[in-house]
Every structure is written in structure tokens, then in C-alpha cells.
């Protein structure tokens, strides 16, 4: 039973940050939002929600600690997390909600497993190839999809940001990973997202000098840049973290499934994003890439947007 919850949680979490494309997509056309803008107040309100969270469960030694011993790491967590996301933001705009989601989502596993084949100086293991070339292919059928089916203003620039943005997925991955093993997930967490909110807020005071928008009073806007932050933040990484406890690190393989996945059907449904035969089979190969890499590594495959799966004995990275 607590198997079943678990799993639960940990879907649940793919579900809400699923959502996160859809939700720019919307604050963009709606208030004129920049991606760095979008981003800023994302991070920007998780944050204060989690250091409220820090401080009703008395926390804040834990925030301390790790501050006192992993400072440099915990920053660039932090500012990778921002990077990435910032990336993410600006390929949605570009290219469209599921081209984004399914690139920058679905090669990040794949650059860890290079990364790491690389610094362990190894061959990559047999389903490890498999994966990079489903992988590899999948990116070839859904950048030539977005790019014909014109589902966004700047389509390969799009793909670029979301490969990009894949990058700093996985190096936020590799370079906390260190720092996961002296620290809770929860003040992990609460110190690389504030960390991301301050490196985005000069991306919001160039927007002020361009005489773009930064802020808005649209309702509908406010509501979602509510959701960004409390729900495909703060209560997606709590239901990730719970979840966690009850099932294997694999588990949350499923988050990373069902994130693209549910990116990819909001946008058709409510955006009219239409990729075609080649860009689905494309978002299918790169889907069985993380499916493959997850059974050949199965405790080091990175879950979304911007935690990583623990290995065995470890604690969750955001």
C-alpha cells in the first residue's frame, strides 16, 4: 500500500511539472512576460514558500549547514537550476510547448550517462549506447518536425535553447550529486531555489530597462504564475521527495515519463500544437531512450524539472 502511494506521489509530481510549459505559454501571450521574467517569479515564489516551510519545521539549521559546508556547490546548483530553467522558458516560446518539454527533458538523462562515461573514463555500457542513439534520432525527427510544422516563431533557435537547456539539466544533476549525500532534499532545495531566483532577478532589470513588462495584474496570469511557483515547484518537489520514501529510486523514472508526456498532449489540446507522424516517433524514441537508460542505470536516471533521482542511499537533487 504505502508501494502504491508512493508511485502515486511521484506521478503526480510528472503531472503538475508538465504543466509548466503550458503555463508560460500563457503568462507570455497573455501579459507579455519574457522567459526570464516567467522564470524569476517561478523560482521567486517557490522560494518564499519554501523558507516558510524551513521555518514552521525548523529547519533553518539544516539551510545553515549546508551553506557552511558545500557553498560553492550549493550556489552553482542554484544558478544551474536558473539557467536551466531560464533555457527551457525561452525554447517554449520558441519552438512550442512539446518540442521543448521532450528535448530538453528527454536528453538530459542521456548527457548524464556521457558525462559520466567520460569523467569515469568507461565504455558505455550496452543499453547505454542504445539509448544515445534512440536518443540522438528522436532529437533529428522532432527538430525537423518543429521546424516544418511552424509551431513556434523561432523553431530550430527553440531547439537549440531546449538542447542547451538539457545541458544545464544534466549538469545541475552531476554537480549536486555530491552535495545530496550531507544534505536534506528539503534544504537542498530551499537554498538552490532562492540562489535561482537572485541569478534571474538581472534578467528581470534588463526587461525594466528595455521597457519591457515585468509584472502584470491579469488575473488569469497571476493565477498561473501562482501554479508555476507553489505547484509545479514547491508542492511537485514535496510529493517527489514523499514518494521517494515509499518506492525505489526508479520510481521516478515515471516523473520523467509522464512530464514530457503530459506537456506534449496539453499543448495539442489547448494550444494546437501538431507535430505530426515524424514528430511523434521522434517524442516516442526519445521517451524509450529514457526508458532504456532507466533499466541500464536504473538509480541514475535524473527525474524533471530540476531534481535528480537518487542512487541507492542517496538523498533527491533539485
Known amino acids: 500500500m504505502h508501494s502504491r502511494a508512493g508511485l502515486l506521489q511521484v506521478s503526480a509530481a510528472g503531472i503538475l511539472w508538465g504543466t ?21 517569479w517561478r523560482m521567486g515564489l517557490a522560494a518564499v514558500v519554501l523558507l516558510l516551510v524551513v521555518v514552521v519545521l525548523r529547519q533553518a539549521p539544516a539551510v545553515v549547514d549546508l551553506l557552511r559546508r558545500h557553498p560553492v556547490r550549493a550556489v552553482a546548483v542554484g544558478v544551474a537550476t536558473a539557467a536551466y530553467q531560464g533555457l527551457y522558458f525561452a525554447a517554449v516560446l520558441a519552438v512550442g510547448v512539446g518540442v521543448a518539454t521532450v528535448v530538453a527533458l528527454g536528453l538530459a538523462p542521456v548527457m ?50 531546449a538542447v542547451v537547456a538539457a545541458l544545464g539539466y544534466a549538469a545541475t544533476t552531476l554537480v549536486g550529486r555530491t552535495v545530496s549525500r550531507a544534505a536534506s532534499p528539503l534544504a537542498l532545495t530551499t537554498v538552490a531555489t532562492t540562489v535561482g531566483a537572485l541569478a534571474l532577478l538581472p534578467f528581470a532589470a534588463v526587461d525594466v530597462a528595455r521597457g519591457l513588462p515585468v509584472g502584470t495584474t491579469d488575473p488569469v496570469s497571476i493565477a498561473w504564475l501562482a501554479w508555476l511557483g ?9 510529493l517527489l521527495y514523499a514518494g521517494l520514501r515509499s518506492t525505489s529510486s526508479s520510481a521516478a523514472t515515471i516523473a520523467t515519463l509522464l512530464e514530457p508526456v503530459t506537456a506534449a498532449v496539453l499543448a495539442a489540446l489547448l494550444l494546437g500544437e501538431r507535430l505530426g507522424v515524424a514528430g ?17 542505470t536504473p538509480a541514475a536516471i535524473p527525474t524533471a524539472l530540476p531534481a535528480a533521482t537518487p542512487r541507492a542511499g542517496e538523498s533527491a537533487v533539485p
Open 20 to 40: 509548466g510549459g503550458l503555463g508560460v505559454h500563457v503568462v507570455h501571450d497573455r501579459a507579455g512576460l519574457s522567459a526570464g521574467a516567467v522564470s524569476a
Open 112 to 161: 548524464v550517462t556521457v558525462v559520466e562515461c567520460v569523467t569515469e573514463r568507461r565504455p558505455p555500457r550496452g543499453g547505454e549506447v542504445v539509448a544515445l542513439a534512440a536518443a540522438l534520432l528522436g532529437l533529428g525527427l522532432v527538430s525537423y518536425a518543429g521546424a516544418s510544422a511552424g509551431t513556434g516563431p523561432a523553431p530550430l533557435l527553440g531547439v537549440a535553447a
Open 230 to 238: 507553489v505547484a509545479t515547484m514547491a508542492l511537485a518537489y514535496g
Open 280 to 296: 511523434v516517433a521522434g517524442g516516442v524514441l526519445i521517451l524509450a531512450a529514457i526508458a532504456v537508460h532507466a533499466r541500464a
